[in-house]
């Protein structure tokens, strides 16, 4: 036999004897406050579905009548027939929803991501970036062929330091960060990152894929939360948590939007976004400009949580939204406390390294709207039961 994959065994192997092989579950049910995983019915906290929607009759009725009208499949790119009059309403509405100029809808925020940074930096640029930054920003960042420089994790000091010490040694330059960070649940001060923008004449872009539906008036947003219409030039975004669908979105000034039609090779060159996708997320937007009793439920369940949490002793780290990092250190303890939890009933997981720095292991549990108070009570009495059995509290 041919010896030229052999490496892929070995390095599974050292994956799995490190313990860091991805054991992947399977649902046997619809996203939701309870899932059936691997057969059995367990409290969920582990999903993005922040407020419910993914198995919303809203939303999951709205995808079924388009099918009827425009079926499945775009059979194209946006850009030869795949655009449909559906994608251009949903563009219309996000960017109404979000309160921007403009915006163009792509595959996911994967794609979104890897397919604007590159359309705007290219090698003789510089991209400034956040030590914490998301996978897909970075790849967006090394697909563009310009000067990475990082800088410390939401800190305007550090950015600033950064720039002046490259000031003259690029042509353009893009300040990039997320919204929030999914590990630790916070946030930049992006207020501040406005005004170093505005002082240094950079672009400045947010991924706001756990902010959307989350923070703001009505869940529009970071952007909306700190007032900064207009003085951030692109929101990276995504349909696939809040908003419980798929495919990605960027927002913002109309002629970048414009520029990206014609140059965001995702756009180009890969198909558009399927009927029911884009039907279903319309419907949620219907849902969020209605009423913002979903985004109030889920900040109500986050501080009960949180709330309790601490008051039994929990460390809950630098948590600034729903997501509520469970801070234990050691990615040993952290994997017991996850497995004793799922004997619980409780399907949250444990996060270590590589994914979060070395000592600072925890369970990262995902609130959501979907959660009653009931839910709530229930994992609060597991995680006092397995906390104190390993003696966390
Ligand atoms: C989840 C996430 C993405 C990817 O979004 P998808 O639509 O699932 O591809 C991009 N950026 C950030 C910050 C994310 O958290």
Redesign the pocket.
């Known amino acids: 036999m041919s010896s030229k994959l052999k490496w892929i065994d070995e390095e599974l192997q050292s994956l799995k004897d490190s313990g860091l092989y991805n054991e992947i579950r399977t649902l046997g049910s619809p996203q939701g406050a309870w899932l059936v995983v691997d057969g059995k019915r367990v409290l969920n906290f582990c999903s993005n579905n922040y407020l419910g929607l993914a198995n919303h009759p809203h939303v999951v009725s709205a995808a079924k009548e388009a099918m009827d009208k425009y079926g499945v499949g775009p059979g194209a790119v946006r850009t030869i027939a795949g655009t449909m009059e559906l994608h251009l309403e949903l563009e219309r509405r996000i960017a109404k929803f979000k309160r921007v100029e403009d915006a163009i809808t792509f595959q ?3 794609t979104a ?1 890897t397919g604007t940074i590159p359309a705007l930096m290219g090698k003789e640029d510089m991209i400034f970036s956040d030590a914490l930054n ?1 996978a ?2 970075i790849d967006g960042c090394r697909l563009s062929g310009a000067t990475i420089k990082r800088y410390g994790h939401a800190d305007p000091a550090s950015l600033e330091t950064v720039i002046k010490e490259n000031k003259g040694n690029y042509r353009r330059g893009l300040i990039v960060t ?1 919204g929030v960070f ?1 590990m630790d649940g916070d946030y930049p001060p992006l207020d501040k990152l406005t005004e170093i923008a505005e002082k240094y004449d950079l672009i400045l872009m947010v ?1 706001d ?2 902010g959307e539906g989350v923070l703001g008036e009505g869940g529009r947003g970071i952007v909306d939360h700190f007032k900064l219409h207009g003085k951030v030039d692109i929101e990276v975004g ?1 349909f ?2 809040a908003f419980g669908v ?3 979105v960027v927002a913002g000034d109309a002629k970048i939007i414009q520029w990206l039609r014609q140059r965001g090779r995702p756009f180009l060159f890969s198909s558009a976004v399927t009927v029911p996708d884009v039907a279903a997320t319309i419907a949620s937007i219907d849902l969020l400009e209605e009423s913002t009793e979903l985004v109030d439920r889920l900040w109500a369940n986050a501080a009960t949580f949180k709330g309790e949490m601490e008051s039994m002793g929990f460390d809950t780290g630098k948590s600034m939204t729903p997501i509520t990092p469970v801070m234990l250190g050691s990615a040993k303890l952290a994997r017991e406390f996850s497995r004793k939890l799922y004997e619980e009933n409780v399907f949250a997981m444990a996060l270590g390294y590589p994914t979060v720095p070395v000592g600072q292991a925890r369970i990262r549990v995902m609130i959501s709207a979907a959660h009653t108070d009931d839910d709530i009570a229930q994992a609060l009495k597991a995680f006092e039961k397995v906390g104190k059995e390993l003696e966390v509290i």
Do not use: L, Q
């Open positions: 996911s925020g994967f991501n998301h897909s920003i997320d999914s991924d894929a756990h995504t696939s948590k798929m495919g990605g």
